[in-house]
């Protein structure tokens, strides 16, 4: 992988590799990391579905009041992660978070199946429950409420997130451990790039 092999902007080449990653038929190619950190500063990770990608940035949809919600709140600084194993490629980025429009988190919410839609409005997500037997129930009852409703209304907990890239690094796995590596940063209204060792 050279600089000439990736497009200027580094957005487009995500949108690229991201596209060779569903072609590649391997599942969840849009799964990533997604690292915050705590106000003492303990750093936590977990997977999340990437939701869009473009020159906004990297969006996720997720309870606005899980402990990721409140970390993000905490501290707006995060990095995340795309690895595809098949292709031997992984995307890295660093960035500040943004809350997205409600209208765009409604969107998003009814395009969900609606046992999805039905499991927000249900999920205390983060929070302690007594048995898988309380979830089911707190499911169940969610269910009960919204039958019949032909367009489940977002929740008031549930929203969405876009991560703002600062940095966005590219690695190509190659022999003998000499991975290809190219990070792009800001740079007034573009971004400037270089290799780094491996």
């Known amino acids: 992988m050279d600089v000439a092999d990736l497009d200027p902007n580094p957005i487009v080449q995500v949108e690229r590799w991201l596209a060779d990653a569903r072609a590649s038929g391997m599942i969840h190619p849009e799964a990533m990391a997604l690292a915050t950190a705590a106000p003492d500063g303990r750093p936590s990770v977990r997977m999340v579905l990437l939701k869009g990608c473009d020159e906004r940035g990297f969006g996720f949809f997720t309870n606005v ?7 993000l709140a905490a501290n707006p600084r995060v990095a995340l992660v795309l690895y595809w194993q098949p292709l031997d490629r992984q995307v890295r980025a660093e960035g500040t978070i943004e809350r997205v429009a ?3 988190a409604q969107s998003y919410f009814d395009s969900r199946p609606i046992g999805s839609r039905v499991a927000a409005w ?7 429950v007594e048995s898988r037997a ?3 129930r707190l499911y169940a009852q969610a269910a009960e409420d919204l039958a019949g409703v032909d367009r489940p209304p977002l929740p008031s907990h549930w929203g969405g997130y876009r991560v703002r890239p600062q940095a966005i690094e590219f690695w190509q796995s190659r022999t003998n451990r000499l991975h290809d590596r190219i990070r792009y940063e800001r740079d007034g209204d573009g971004w ?5 060792a491996p």
């Open 65 to 71: 009041e899980s402990r990721k919600a409140d970390e």
């Open 102 to 104: 409600d209208e765009e």
């Open 122 to 128: 249900a999920s205390p997500q983060s929070r302690p």
């Open 134 to 136: 309380e979830l089911e």
């Open 192 to 196: 400037s790039h270089v290799r780094l």
